[in-house]
């Protein structure tokens, strides 16, 4: 400990490194001064204790995510508007990873000691708690998790995953989330083989390009009903949606048909469109458009509830949802983000043919149950609608026999499959 230790720690309870912390943002910001790089440690290591766990980790997640905004004093008394970045997203090798093993960490009564931390930058991201083979996973929760959760809790401010494991099951999860949400991590790749062995999670979570992608783009904060949680993205919704993203890096090559997205009902379907979504819009840039495509109304408003809730709207619900074909082609006209709509919206009367609503190249259909009522006229109307659109079905079921061939003329090939056997298991 203290200024002349590797990692800058005057006491346990300094819960990030600060000599870490201090030389990767100066290295990842080095036009900026050193009063914004101080304002940002400040801002990132200040007492959210009064706050709610839940809330008070997604406070500094953002931090982390989108960088710390800051205002620096100008030689003639003006303040500057700054953001400090504090971890390198888009090319993880130029962050610094360390990994700790038996971390005292210290609060106002007590000590204790986890097993395994992973800082980035000096920001502890990770943690992990071992138990023995012959021990149960389930003790590492109830014996150790929650535990620190009540004695080091401000630990949990910075923690982004927690893997919990005895040398047999590895699970991963939510620090504050019930024992029932931690889950196996089974496959490396969509189409690898199946298993639950430790190392799979851990190649699959901690190798450093999948950990910072794991963070940055499958971690939401869902302020719905209940209260605020934190859910982190299942290996079949990472998997998934990176194959989604891959399709859509190749539009022009599969002209626009990015797959069906088949994941059985309770996978947590909804959720994976927002994370594939709000993926595209951080990593591919552009003016990107997704239109939101479902069947019945409760389902629209379900959907666009749930984009509402973890953040992806800056506008109202009922704002982004279609009230007419007027009305929608007006949010397509204004470069909305989001788009929520019925394929009623599409209709037409009997002998009129279908207006050009938008001719923008930069529109992602998204359509909810694909093949329910996506091969009849409606569907017809609205691909003529939007000629220059790319889509992609996500649906619960399997599509019906005899579609298929239907299903690849519209939406390509099944982008990921998790079906109900995989799931039950």
Known sequence: LGVASPTGRASFRDLILPARLRAAIRQLNPLLADEALQ?????????????????????????????????????????????????????????????????????????????????????????????????????????????????????????AITILSNGLDALMGASHSPFDTFAPWKRLEEDGPEGVALETMLRATCDPSRFLDLIESFLLFDDARGGLRKVIGKYHQVLGVNRAIAAVQQIGENRGKLGVFWHTQGSGKSLSMVMFAEKVLRRLGGNWTFVIITDRQELDDQIATTFASVGALTKLVKDCQAQNRTHLRELLAGQERYIFTLIHKFSTERGELMPVLSERNDIIVITDEAHRSQYDQLAANMRRALPNAAFIGFTGTPLIAGQEQRTREVFGDYVSVYNFAQSIA
């Open 39 to 159: 304002q940002a440690e400040i801002a990132l290591t200040t007492d959210r204790s009064t706050m709610l766990p839940v809330a008070a980790n997604r406070e500094v997640y953002r931090l982390l995510r989108d960088g710390v905004a800051v205002q620096v004093r100008q030689p003639d008394g003006s303040l500057r508007d700054e953001r400090v970045a504090v971890i390198n997203w888009m090319a993880p090798a130029a962050n610094d990873f360390f990994l700790g093993s038996q971390v005292w960490i210290e609060s106002n009564l007590y000590s204790r000691r986890p097993d395994a931390v992973g800082f980035v930058n000096g920001i502890p991201l990770l943690l992990v708690e071992w138990k023995d083979i012959t021990k149960p996973v389930q003790e590492a929760y109830d014996a150790n998790l929650r535990d620190y959760r009540d004695t080091i809790p401000r630990l949990f401010d910075f923690n």
